[in-house]
Nanobody, 127 residues
Framework: QVQPVESGGGSVQAGGSLTLSCRAP????????MGWFRQAPGKERERVAA????????YYADSVKGRFTISEASANDTVYLQMNALKPEDSATYYC????????????????????WGQGTQVTVHQ
């Protein structure tokens, strides 16, 4: 139903910034919990941020809180992830996914049916 497409990844020096974009046409109609995930070599997939589209409440993993910001521009069918003060450990493939919840607490706890996944965009942070 929804096919997210990520963009904005690349190579950046430690301490720098990147903005990732997730364009998912029509997500507002069927998904109310949009999330950003990442997976790095040797680590399990991690949910780094989520946004509740019915009000804009947000969630951040402890590892990125204070450095990353998730936002949306529904008119453009796009969810963003602003990444600041990047560290080498942030290097990963970043994925956008759309899910559905009844209320925000379910989204904040990751209790959403994330059915729609993008192909991912690579982020590399170097010294």
């Amino acid at each position: 139903q929804v096919q997210p497409v990520e963009s904005g990844g690349g190579s950046v020096q430690a301490g720098g910034s990147l903005t990732l974009s997730c364009r998912a046409p029509g997500y507002k109609y069927t998904r109310n919990c949009m999330g950003w995930f990442r997976q790095a070599p040797g680590k399990e997939r991690e949910r780094v941020a989520a946004i509740y589209t019915n009000g804009g409440a947000t969630y951040y993993a402890d590892s990125v809180k204070g450095r990353f910001t998730i936002s949306e521009a529904s008119a453009n069918d796009t969810v963003y992830l602003q990444m600041n003060a990047l560290k080498p450990e942030d290097s990963a493939t970043y994925y956008c996914a759309g899910g559905s919840v009844t209320l925000w607490p379910h989204c904040s706890r990751g209790q959403a049916n994330f059915e729609d996944w993008g192909q991912g965009t690579q982020v590399t942070v170097h010294q």
